[in-house]
């Protein structure tokens, strides 16, 4: 059983674009999104909780695919992220269990004795699910 946690989040989703869209599209959508849910630019004299967490979610979106290089980093974890959730899930792991190893890697070991690795970038997009690259176990992390 997997508990529910803050998962990955899909920013194409988000934005309601598909990963093909071109960065000129993009910016379009995102500027749309940011007139119509910016706090300042609401035609309501006080912005709803609503309004300002979606252009909190509009606003990290545009943070990472609006970066080329963090665009492609965002799609190559998304792309791990969705192959590892077809795989047997082995755990679910909370981020504070995994140890850190000498050179700064955070790893968690699997039952089959390969190591799940934890990297900065899969933190920063919050990665769900990780998948073991000795086994074809993954096991499911859970962000506080």
């Not at 119509?36 to 967490?53: A, G, N, V």
């Not at 699997?110 to 990780?130: A, H, K, M, P, W």
Request: proline share 4%; net charge negative; with cysteine.
């Amino acid at each position: 059983m997997v508990l529910r946690h803050f998962a990955m989040e899909n920013y194409y989703e988000v934005l309601g674009v598909s990963p093909s869209v071109t960065s000129q599209e993009l910016k379009r959508v995102f500027q749309h999104f940011a007139r119509q849910y910016h706090p300042d630019k609401t035609s309501q004299e006080t912005p709803t909780s609503d309004s300002t967490s979606r252009f909190v979610a509009v606003a990290a979106a545009w943070k990472v695919l609006g970066d080329p290089e963090l665009r492609k980093q965002y799609d190559a974890a998304w792309v791990q992220r969705c192959t590892a959730q077809a795989q047997p899930v082995q755990d679910s792991v909370s981020i504070e269990e995994f140890d850190v190893t000498a050179d700064g890697r955070s790893v968690f070991t699997c039952r089959c004795g390969g190591e799940y690795e934890l990297t900065s970038q899969n933190i920063e997009f919050r990665v769900d699910y990780l998948s073991c690259p000795s086994c074809s176990l993954c096991i499911a992390v859970r962000y506080s």
